[in-house]
């Protein structure tokens, strides 16, 4: 059993122990405490159960239990040993998969999805409100969803980038920046992870989120929110195109030399230099877009 699911299946254990009620609030740092974790694998974890639609996230809020445990035993959700793999994540990456290649239409009912990927209603839901929460795809007034086009085009995955390229430089270069040395402690150690065979054995999910946590990490640094809110955006809804690049992997050993070393000029203070290999990163990103838009022709 991975770690992950360690995880996820203490959570619960929790949950059944303490009979929690539906609406219960699951906070991040308290599950951390019980668990004696670190909040980073429980968030993972909590992400896992809002795949699976076992709780549900409210912006700046946090997860909340969706139903009762009993009632979502009854129902036969699966609550024994979830994972990353389980059939609302191959339904995600099916979805995403025939979107890009035009092989789906860009108006469905939930009973359409429902019926092509052979899902009960609780995973249909669970499915749509992780493609909702992402920002391609929406509710339609009164019927059926609408997916965003915003990022299924290789026009617009180039506009992301040069976006990026404009933004996450400048971040560092803002009068308020502050990093703290828990948060370069933690982004080394996700590079190192990496590094040391995760490139090769983590799944497109884990892959995604720890390059978005290094970007997010330090805009956030920044200190001005309206860098925060542009970067969570674009990359919420980048996830999409993200997954489809990573059929190479050959190139998350450079990434990662690159976040290293941007990591220690940010550690020693030299912020105008971090901010020019920061750059120079995202150009060389910029730069192998040819291939990377081959993949949606």
């Known amino acids: 059993m991975s770690a992950q699911t360690n995880t996820v299946n203490k959570i ?3 949950i059944k122990e ?8 699951l906070t991040a740092q308290k599950l951390a405490d019980r668990l004696r974790l670190s909040r980073s694998p429980v968030n993972d974890a909590l992400g896992i159960l809002e795949q699976h639609g076992i709780v549900t996230r409210r912006p700046n809020r946090g997860y909340f239990l969706r139903q009762d445990f009993d009632a979502l035993a009854q129902d036969g959700a699966g609550l024994a040993q979830p994972s990353v793999d389980d059939i609302v994540t191959q339904s995600y990456f099916r979805l995403a998969d025939e979107l890009l290649r035009g092989e789906l239409p860009m108006q469905c009912s939930e009973a359409q999805l429902r019926a092509r990927y052979a899902l009960t209603n609780a995973q249909t839901q669970a499915l749509l409100a992780r493609i909702s929460q992402e920002g391609w795809a929406h ?20 506009q992301s980038y040069r976006l990026r390229l404009a933004l996450e ?13 828990a948060v370069l402690a933690r982004c080394r150690a996700a590079e190192k992870h990496l590094l040391d065979g995760g490139i090769a054995t983590d799944t497109a999910d ?16 920044s200190g001005n929110p309206f860098f925060i809110d542009t970067i969570k955006r674009v990359n919420r809804v ?3 195109l993200s997954y489809r690049s990573m059929q190479d992997r050959s190139r998350y050993k450079q990434h990662c030399d690159q976040h290293l070393a941007i990591l220690d000029l940010l550690e020693r203070e030299r912020n105008e230099e971090a901010a020019k ?5 995202l ?6 877009l040819a291939r990377i838009r081959g993949i949606l022709a």
């Open 12 to 14: 619960l254990e929790l």
């Open 18 to 25: 303490e009979r929690l009620p539906e609406g219960a609030h």
């Open 139 to 158: 509710r339609r007034p009164g019927y059926g969803w609408e997916f965003s086009s915003m990022m299924t085009t290789p026009d617009s995955l180039l």
């Open 169 to 181: 430089p400048a971040a560092l270069l803002e009068p308020t920046f502050h990093i703290d040395k």
């Open 206 to 221: 884990q892959l995604h989120e720890r390059g978005v946590r290094f970007h997010e990490s330090l805009v956030e640094a």
């Open 238 to 240: 980048r996830r999409l």
């Open 277 to 281: 290999a920061l750059a120079a990163h």
């Open 283 to 288: 150009r060389s990103t910029l730069d192998n």
